[in-house]
């Protein structure tokens, strides 16, 4: 009997980030995982972007760039377009810790019934130097109180979208935070203790309160 290898889809948001961008579709080439698609959603940016598309052609699977109504919009249109049974979502400028961690993660989704996989972000200065660090376990009741899940880089499984719904893009920065309170009680979880993405510390969710 032939075991269907699952798919996972990772999908990038960008607004006038090329440089960032760029990396961050490098580390998606370093995994090692093979059965994975990049799909890049672009904010019509007037940078360096769309060089950088072309120069990753061969590596994005899918990619669009008009004009959004902000970050959730664009991953909303990143679920549309994507194929993989398991989705993840990085901003320009996340990289994934090791070359193996998509690998890592996809190794939880073999339990029985698993719909969700979270583990730790790594947060660094412009430096690349140590801040903290972000994601624990999932704890359903700890969530009400405040976000405790490392969004970039967990894996949803896509019948969570299908079965209660995208991204609610009237929130500008906790629109995740909103899906994962919604969806919570339909969530069976498995958390990598391991840190599974660097991301630094000067993003939109860190400037504003949610």
């Known amino acids: ?31 090692d995982y093979e059965h994975k698609e990049l799909i890049v959603i672009d904010g019509l940016s007037s940078d360096t972007t769309k060089n950088i598309i072309e120069e990753y052609s061969n590596i994005i699977k899918f990619y669009l760039s008009e004009k959004d109504k902000g970050i959730y919009d664009a991953w909303n249109k ?14 320009a400028g996340d990289r994934f810790f090791n070359n ?42 700890a ?10 880089g967990s894996l949803h499984h896509k019948s969570l979208f299908k079965n209660h719904g995208n991204f609610n893009m009237n929130y500008k920065i906790s629109g995740d935070y909103e899906f994962l309170l919604r969806v919570s009680k339909f969530i069976v979880a498995k958390f990598n203790p391991n840190f599974v993405v660097r991301m630094d510390n000067i993003g939109i969710s860190n400037k504003k309160p949610f």
């Open 78 to 91: 990143g679920i549309k377009n994507s194929n993989g049974d398991w989705v993840t979502f990085l901003g």
């Open 143 to 152: 969530l009400r109180n405040n976000i405790n899940i490392a969004h970039p």
């Open 100 to 141: 193996n961690t998509l690998s890592s993660l996809i190794q939880y989704t073999n339990y029985k019934n698993i719909n969700f996989v979270s583990g730790i972000v790594y947060l660094e200065d412009q430096n690349g130097e140590f801040l903290g660090k972000l994601g624990k376990e999932w704890d359903q009741k």
């Open 1 to 31: 009997m032939t075991v269907k290898v699952p798919i996972v889809s990772v999908i990038i948001s960008t607004m006038n980030d090329g440089k960032k961008l760029k990396e961050t579709i490098k580390s998606f080439d370093e995994q």
